[in-house]
């Protein structure tokens, strides 16, 4: 019996409706930009860099194709970590950086737990109301 050990990786779909999933992350590299292209449901996708262990990957032709879906959730949880440079369209995966090869990574448990606990952080700010005083 071998005592070969994979490890899990993941990357998270975010829609413009707030709707998140979490997607398997395939071990074989070559299968990522088909992985991606089907989450996000283009063509061609583009990638922003958000730290060297998180990327955000969109539709490239978003923007151009007058989209009308803009993935506020996304650009939230893009925001959590530095500031955007432009609104986001459409679905958008989140996903780990790259290995020495250049190879995208997928996310791990504790990467997802991380996404997700600042999104519910957000919202909860989002949601907090002001205490009023009455005199």
């Not at 679905?91 to 780990?96: D, K, L, S």
């Amino acid at each position: 019996m071998s005592n070969t050990s994979t490890t899990t990786a993941y990357a998270l779909l975010v829609r413009p409706d707030g709707f998140f999933q979490l997607l398997d992350w395939p071990s074989d590299p070559t299968k990522s930009l088909d992985t991606l292209r089907t989450a996000i449901e283009c063509d061609v996708v583009d990638v922003a860099d958000i730290t060297a262990d998180l990327s955000m990957w969109i539709d490239d032709e978003g923007m151009l194709i007058d989209n009308p879906n803009e993935n506020v959730p996304a650009f939230r949880l893009f925001a959590c970590y530095r500031t955007p440079c432009q609104r986001y369209f459409g679905n958008a995966v989140f996903t780990g950086g790259t290995d020495a090869d250049g190879d995208t990574v997928g996310l791990t448990e504790d990467a997802v737990l991380d996404l997700l606990l600042n999104h519910l952080r957000f919202l909860t700010e989002l949601l907090r109301v002001p205490t009023q005083r009455t005199k």
